[in-house]
């Protein structure tokens, strides 16, 4: 490899860790999450504004929220992501506790931890938080700019005509080849030399490559089938840092990897020359603020969630993290690569994304129709052994 792709791909694994990317500034989301890192919970910043007194009905105007990385940034690294300074500023609520997660895993772990007031979450922890009603409706006619979200952003939050979650941001996963190495699908899933996520959801990866109709609606014969594909091969690489795909085409290790569009334009810049592998489809995920149903007073959570569906709020958390914002307003300025990268707006290219449910969907699993993902997580905990 010459000094050159060298020393671009040595800044392609500063920009990860920094959080400073393709659009600037970005950071890099996982499945249904963001950088998985070493980060310590976020202390709030004292406002250079008091913040007002709570009125009666705001109780005593705080909030606790559950998060991730980038998701409500303090400014800490970037003044220009002091999105959650300002809103204190604004709406004279004050945040009294923001903790970050790093992963999916993680944040499900940790969410009863605390009383928090609101969350994020991907498919499969919404599904379980609306199942044992920890989470309450929201009323859309409360959220300002609730309309300006994507429709089948917004239906995917809905259960029984209640909206439970409003969706802020979005990513999908591709498969990359080295442009010089060649190979399709099959050799992506056959190749040592390939990186895949190391989540219970890349089992719906391999479920489409064994040619599943729903990826997330497997029958016990499917699931065994997507597995034998992935325990086929046991040398491939599982990723969770992205730093790992850097290292890996860097050091000439990798041929192949399933990432964002975002890791792709990424290393592409760092000189990789990446391709995107033909598939029928892609798989997604969308991640929603959720409100809690143990909530005394939901007044400052309803400001937070108006403030979350702003379209400067979705601008700047979709630069910041490298993924697309649920609101198409927002598709200006620093978001405008990110919502090109995914394909925001383009109908066409949106309806070749699977976005992921929580497994097994909308079949079921008491009947044995289908596995649920109790049974995902536990074949994947048995295939990293």
């Known amino acids: 490899m010459n000094g ?56 005593d105007g705080t909030l606790q929220i559950l998060t991730y990385r980038g998701y409500a940034e303090y400014g800490g690294v970037s003044s220009r992501v002091n999105w959650v300074g300002s809103f204190e500023k604004e709406t004279g609520c004050r945040i009294a506790r923001l903790d970050i997660a790093q992963t999916a895993e993680e944040l499900a772990a940790r969410v009863d931890d605390r009383p928090y007031d609101v969350v994020t979450a991907g498919p499969v922890l919404a599904a379980d938080l ?31 005509g209640k909206s439970y979650g409003v969706p802020y ?11 010089n190495t060649g190979g399709d699908l099959e050799q992506v899933f056959s190749s040592t030399r390939a990186a895949l996520r190391d989540s219970p959801l890349t089992i719906a990866a391999a479920a489409l490559a064994e040619g599943a109709k729903e990826p997330y609606e497997l029958s016990e014969a499917d699931l065994d089938k997507a597995m034998a594909l992935l325990d086929r091969n046991k ?24 990432l964002t ?39 400052c959570a309803y400001r937070w969630l108006n403030w979350v569906t702003a379209t400067d709020a979705q601008r700047d958390a979709a630069a910041w993290t490298g993924m697309a914002p649920a609101n198409g307003k927002a598709c200006k300025g620093r978001a405008r690569a990110m919502c090109r990268a995914y394909g925001m707006g383009d109908d066409k290219r949106l309806g070749k994304v699977d976005f992921a449910v929580r497994p097994p969907g909308g079949c079921r699993a008491d009947d044995g129709e289908c596995t649920d993902y109790a049974t995902w997580a536990k074949r994947w905990q048995e295939l990293m052994k």
Do not use: C, H
């Open 4 to 59: 050159r792709r060298t020393y671009a791909l040595a800044l392609a694994a500063t920009a990860l860790v920094a959080g400073v990317g393709v659009a600037a500034p970005a950071a890099v989301p996982g499945p249904q999450g963001v950088r998985p890192q070493p980060t310590p919970t976020a202390k709030p910043s004292a406002s250079s504004t008091p913040t007002p007194t709570p009125s009666a009905t705001q109780l």
């Open 130 to 160: 609306i199942e044992r009603k920890w989470a309450q409706p929201i009323d859309p006619a409360k959220v300002s700019g609730y309309t300006d979200l994507d429709k089948r952003f917004r239906d995917m939050t809905t259960v029984s």
């Open 169 to 179: 941001l979005w990513a999908y996963d591709e498969f990359v080849r080295d442009r």
């Open 235 to 258: 040398d491939r690489t599982y990723w969770r840092n992205p730093v790992d795909l850097v290292k890996g085409f860097a050091t000439g290790a990798l041929d192949y990897a399933q």
């Open 261 to 299: 569009p975002y890791y792709r334009l990424l290393l592409q810049k760092a000189g990789v020359p990446l391709e995107t592998v033909k598939t029928r489809a892609t798989l997604g995920w969308l991640d929603s603020w959720m409100l809690s149903a143990n909530v005394p007073d939901a007044t």
